[in-house]
């Protein structure tokens, strides 16, 4: 949509007062609008009215073209290995590079937008992100959202200190439990459903609700929570960065469930263009070579 504008300076002679008229063209229709106005002690604030008309119209077209080319992710910052902040202060992971990958072979641009994760749903609805791409949980959210067919499969488990004595899921009766919130973890423990895991969580001693994971295995670390329920990716992700043997999984699974890309529910034009392009990758073996940068290859399921 383009328009050009016309201003004309002119004298009425029927009595010798300076008028202006200004023609405005829309290109592609030719559809014209014209104002004529006279006196010249209005020029001056017509004229700076049209200008900010026109700003404000070549603003909102310059950001519908700008959307139109953009794919914009949303994700938790604090979730490695599939998206976080890297000591450089850049945003990398197992899933931006995904993203990356969907974007270039679509002609996209990426705009990696951190989110606040309880703050998804809104972020998503706002139109402020296209999808919700970090560690995605589908499973009990399957109508919630317009979703990829899976591409991960992943276990919620609890991590403990190596010498806590605790082995099994019933050692952590009368225990203090970090979960971060809205996450899988908590949605599994608060399951009524899951009679299990509903006892489970009724023994611990407290089950304290973390914004992100880095924080609560700080806590860990620092004894003030003796357990973490977390995915199974991003705990082996922390204990490797923390000293050898330091820290264990415990070999019960709280739950198991699996990743998605997820859409605004009933948005399945641009998930459709995603699924596409990532079964593209995994048909051609590039899918399968960014898990293996991640250390995620035995939990890729897509093309299986």
Known sequence: MIWALKLTFFSAHDNMTQCYQTTIVKCDTGQKISV????????????????????????????????????????????????????????????????????????????????????????????????????????????????????VDNSQVFVVPANSGVSAKADLAGKKVAVQKDSSALSALNDEENAENIALRDSFKELIEYADYNTAFMDLEQGAVDAVAIDIGVASYQIEQREAGAFVMLSEALATEQYGVGFLLGNEELRDKVQKTLDEMAADGTFAKIAENWGLTDSICIGK
Do not use: H
């Open 36 to 151: 004529r106005d006279v006196g010249m002690e209005n020029i001056m604030k017509k004229i700076v009215a049209l200008i900010g008309t026109l700003v404000l119209a070549f603003g909102m077209l310059t950001g519908c073209g700008s959307k139109g080319n953009t794919f914009t992710v949303g994700f938790d910052a604090n979730f490695p290995p599939y998206g976080y902040r890297a000591d450089n202060g850049d945003y990398v992971g197992f899933d931006l590079d995904l993203a990356k990958e969907v974007c270039e072979r679509n002609g996209w641009e990426l705009v990696k937008q951190p989110i606040e994760w309880n703050s998804k749903d809104n972020e998503l609805k706002s139109g402020a992100i296209d999808c919700i791409w970090n560690g995605f949980t589908i499973n009990g959210r399957e109508d919630l959202y317009t979703w990829t067919t899976p591409y």
